[in-house]
C-alpha cells in the first residue's frame, strides 16, 4: 500500500517562511512526480508546484512563483516545499500528491493526474 504523509505546517506571520515535507510510505518517492495542492476555506483545491521523478523539471503557480521552490532528498525518501515571503492569502490545507508517469522529466499541477495523496498540513500566514 502506498502513501504519502505531509509535515510541517503550522502559524507563521507575513512574509515569514515555511517548509513543508513529504513523506513516502511503501514506495520510493523518487520514481514518481509530486506535485503539491492547496486548498484555502471556502474554495477549491489549486495546484501549487511539482517536480519530475528525476528532480530536473518544476513548475510553480504564477501566485507563488519566485517565492517557493521544490526539492527531493532521496535519501530521507521525502520532497519539500519551501515557502518564502508568505502572505495571508497563502492561507490553505496543503496537500501532497504522486503519480508515475513514463516520462521521468514530467510534471503537472493538474489535481485528476494524480492517484497517491496524503492528509494535508494547515499553513496559516497571519500576524
Known amino acids: 500500500q502506498f502513501w504519502v504523509v505531509e509535515s510541517g505546517g503550522g502559524l507563521v506571520q507575513p512574509g515569514g517562511s515555511l517548509r513543508l515535507s513529504c513523506t513516502g510510505s511503501?514506495?520510493?518517492?523518487?520514481?514518481?512526480?509530486i506535485a503539491w495542492f492547496r486548498q484555502a476555506p471556502g474554495k477549491e483545491r489549486e495546484g501549487v508546484s511539482c517536480?519530475?521523478?528525476?528532480?530536473?523539471?518544476?513548475y510553480h503557480a504564477d501566485s507563488v512563483k519566485g517565492r517557493f521552490t521544490i526539492f527531493r532528498d532521496g535519501s530521507k525518501n521525502t520532497v519539500y516545499l519551501q515557502m518564502y515571503s508568505l502572505n495571508p492569502e497563502d492561507t490553505a490545507d496543503y496537500y501532497c500528491?504522486?503519480?508515475?508517469?513514463?516520462?521521468?522529466?514530467?510534471?503537472?499541477?493538474?489535481?485528476?493526474?494524480?492517484?497517491?495523496w496524503g492528509q494535508g498540513t494547515q499553513v496559516t500566514v497571519s500576524s
Open positions: 500528491a504522486a503519480r508515475w508517469h513514463p516520462d521521468p522529466n514530467n510534471c503537472t499541477i493538474v489535481e485528476g493526474q494524480y492517484d497517491i
Open positions: 511503501g514506495f520510493i518517492l523518487d520514481s514518481y512526480a
Open positions: 517536480i519530475s521523478d528525476r528532480g530536473d523539471t518544476s
